[in-house]
């Protein structure tokens, strides 16, 4: 049976978390591994292009330096020169794992050799044409070398500056598909070179001609001075040529393009389109036109990507290039390409957005805002009237179009039939819609208001639709609220947001009580927090409805704190009120029933409170207390309180500081408690036979040794300020950074003195799995003189040997059944039924250390048997809920033998590590085999 590679765990648990996983290792250390696995003529294909993958995602993480990318850059092309000649798909990894490691560690940077070797293999690669050899296999490693190429020439612009000729030369041999990737390539080096040329105070008879034919090296100088981002914000930042030589030659080639642009795929295309675009704009002696036998095609495409590239030339070359029939016919095509019935909506709503924007169709005016659209009429609009049928992002943006085009439209028909569109909506809704169409009515309503605000026929309309939808369904009043907050933003002095409050607190107080639930209640409630906020709306109706319902109701008695809370938050903005003298009276009797016979003590100790301060404090006062007081004028500068004298310390005492830098730190003691099995009484060891059904038994019991205590020192971090040595009434929090352990509880310190024994803190985890992790520590304390702060502490690191228990069993078992239960573990694990199950062999020399010191210094906790004369040890660490780990280890003439048996094989890689650091001090080669029982183990690696 062939051993199965334990890199696809390994690698997936590093993308869960490099840095996590790097915890337990090094950069280096790892990357020499999985260099030596690619250099392993053994692996196979696929287990080397899995490596690769880490390389091209994670570059920086494993190669932090760029003298650590060159190396192994050399190394990747080493591998690239010893790989079989039918290995192509193996080869491509290669290079895009070499390009990803010269770009991202800055090798190019320091034009070593490394970057000098590879580059010259890909245009080796490039410039071999002859398929015939291997047909279309190493057509595809052309394809890829091409695309590290430009990826190359992207990130460095400039550097192929001086190949253009050769590359022009590529372009047109090509004669299969990759002939676009060399057209893009060139492209995109030509667009560099003039880009690298226009930095230059002048351009010399000829200089123009020779970049163009130039066959030489690679263009170092300009990796070595950057050249500035491009294409820039506007046509006044964009680099011009300054060239007074003849440019045929230059126009000769962006002619040619062109003309072959359309053997390109779309994508492709934009992308040629795009950087032309920007070589004409540089190269002022080359006019616009020269893109004008495109426009056509350009004008009747469905693709999105070269509607980009036509509205890149747009904005670039404005009048030079478009003409007025071209834009009306563009804007045209705009509206038709909107409603296509083939395209998809998020197409749709970016032809939309292109004719919202469209600079012809609304030009800016003085002040730098959009002025209404001019090319689209209502008549070429029509066709883009909502419906009820389109999706509602389609349905509000065609909703905004048109009324901007029906704005200042002298015929109320285009608004009408919006507003009919809005009662369709309307009537949707009122027959129980669905969430999301709930949400596009009231959205809809928004944009409806946000343009015909002004038009008191359908404002009047519209209020009177939304409280009859209103008393319908109650359950809308959130929705309502968030649509009265938006309008009082947008719509500046419109009085409808107020129309409106006033239209519902009429219609809620009029309610008949037979009529009212505790459920439409709550709604209602809402609604008149949200009136009482309003100083232009009278309360006198909304509180006497408010202890009405109090008084002639169960709602004292069954209401609850969440409903009395609601009916406080309506007092409670009352207090604000301006009008306040006027309901003084409702609100004091109000306040005073609730306090006296809600049945609440949260809610009755509120009412007291507010009843207090409104009729002790005056509405100066009050507005301060509350601190959400309306706008009351100047006041003098002195005491909020009649009580008590407000004071900087009083309000000190109130706030939660944060200190400056970490003041605690929590030290892990090195030898945790030992494990001791709960039970009263003596009980006699099991007999052999029935010792493995007993123990399991055990966890029958819920909460059976599922915990590990974790001991810490709670110290201060070397020298604090002095009035942090005493601090007292420690609350530790802990936040989880994964989902492998249960919530881990506050745990309170009474104190903490610098001159004295620092306290010891179980911190007590609950494992769900046995891995490793890393708690977020925040502590809350106070000081002498009465101050609280906060701090963060460093984050508390659960290695996996911390979460080690020795075996849980009563400790009146014999040595014997000790022995008996771990050889019957050990026995259930190797056999083929228990498919979490796997065994391995950790080998290592021992030297001149002795094995009983290694065995007794880590694992005498966890010791089942020793057999000191032949050697021999039994060793095993339960790891809650329920997991073992059982060692057998043995020594013989070479090395020492560690056989591993464990009933969940994810545990392997932590296993490997731990026992690597526990005799790393007697300088070990260690060789981990792992053997994993049956197909099934597959399944359960996919579900990681």
Known sequence: MATPSPWPQRISTFSLSPSQFLSSTT??????????????????????????????????????????????????????????????????????????????????????????????????TVQDTNDLKDGQAFRSLRAVACDCLREVETCFPGLFSRKLEALYLLKQQEMTPLHQAYCILYTLSLKNAIHLLSQGNGVADGELKSLLTANEGLAWKAVEKPLPPFPVSSMSQIPVLQANTDIRELRSIVSLLLEESYLLTPVSQAALLRELVEVVAMVQALSPAIFKSQLLRLFGTTEVTLMHATLLMKATFTDSLFTTEDENFFIKRLVGMAQHPLLSSQQKLFYMDCILHFPENRPISSNGE????????????????????????????????????????????????????????????????????TVTFFRAAFTFLNYFYHSEKFTSDLTARLCKLYSRHCYLAPNLNNLIDRAQECLGESGWPIQLLKALQKLIVELPLPQLTLQNLSWHLKVLGRVARESQVPQRSSLCF??????????????????????????????????????????????????????????????R????????????????????????????????????????????????????????????????????????????????????????????????????????????????????????????????????????????????????????????????????????????????????????????????????????VKVDWSQESREQLFDQIWRCTCSEECSLSATSLFCFELGERSLRGLVDLNFHPYLICKNQDQERYKVLFFLPPQCHVLLNITITEDAVHISIATDNWKLLPYINSYLQNVTSETQIHAESLVEVHDARIEDASREM
């Open 27 to 124: 950069s280096e250390c790892f990357l020499a591994e999985l260099l030596c696995d690619l250099r392993d003529d053994k692996a196979s294909e696929s287990i080397k292009i899995l490596l690769l993958s880490l390389l091209q995602e994670y570059p920086n993480v494993l190669c932090p330096s760029s003298t650590v990318g060159e190396e192994t850059v050399l190394d990747l092309l080493a591998i690239f020169n010893q790989a079989l000649p039918r290995s192509i798909n193996l080869k491509c990894h290669l290079m895009l794992a070499i390009t990803n490691v010269l770009v991202c560690t800055s090798c190019l940077d320091s034009q070593g050799n490394a970057a000098e070797c590879f580059l010259d293999l890909l245009f080796q």
């Open 370 to 437: 959009e002025s209404l659209p001019v090319l689209v009429t209502p008549r070429l609009a029509a066709s883009l009237l909502p419906t009820v049928f389109n999706n509602s992002s389609t349905m509000l943006c065609r909703l905004s179009l048109l009324s901007l085009v029906y704005m200042e439209d002298d015929d109320d028909k285009g608004v009408s039939y919006l507003f009919d569109h809005l009662m369709a909506l309307h009537r949707i809704v009122d027959n129980h819609a669905t969430r999301e169409m």
């Open 546 to 607: 408010l202890l009405s319902v109090l008084v002639n109701s169960s709602l004292c008695s069954a209401g609850g704190w969440r409903l009395g809370n609601a009916v406080l938050a309506v007092c409670r903005n009352l207090l604000l009120h301006p009008s306040l003298d006027q309901v003084f009276i409702e609100l004091a009797d109000l306040l005073q029933h609730v306090m006296l016979h809600y049945e609440d003590t949260d809610i009755q100790d509120h009412a």
């Open 609 to 808: 409170f507010y009843y207090t301060l409104l009729t002790n404090l005056s509405r100066e006062k009050l507005s301060g207390i509350m601190t959400k007081g309306p706008d009351i004028g100047p006041t003098k500068v002195r005491s909020l309180s009649s009580i008590m004298a407000e004071s900087d310390g009083q309000s000190s005492c109130l706030t939660v500081h944060q200190t400056k830098r970490t003041v605690l730190q929590l030290v892990k003691v090195l030898h945790n408690e030992a494990w001791e099995a709960p039970g009263k009484g003596e009980s006699e060891s099991p007999e052999d036979k029935e010792v493995l059904k007993v123990y399991r038994e055990q966890f029958l019991s819920p909460g059976f040794a599922s915990e590990v205590n974790l001991r810490c020192h709670l110290k201060h971090v070397g020298e604090v300020d002095a009035f942090y040595h005493k601090l007292f009434s420690i609350c530790l929090h802990f936040e989880l950074t994964d989902s492998n352990y249960e919530e881990v509880k506050d745990i309170t310190v009474p104190c903490l003195f610098k001159d004295r024994k620092p306290p010891v803190v179980h911190l007590k985890l609950k494992p769900r799995q046995p891995y490793p992790t890393r708690l977020r520590t925040s502590a809350m304390f106070a000081t002498e003189d009465g101050l609280s702060w906060y701090t963060q502490l460093e984050d508390v690191f659960v290695s996996f040997p911390d979460v080690f228990l020795p075996l849980p």
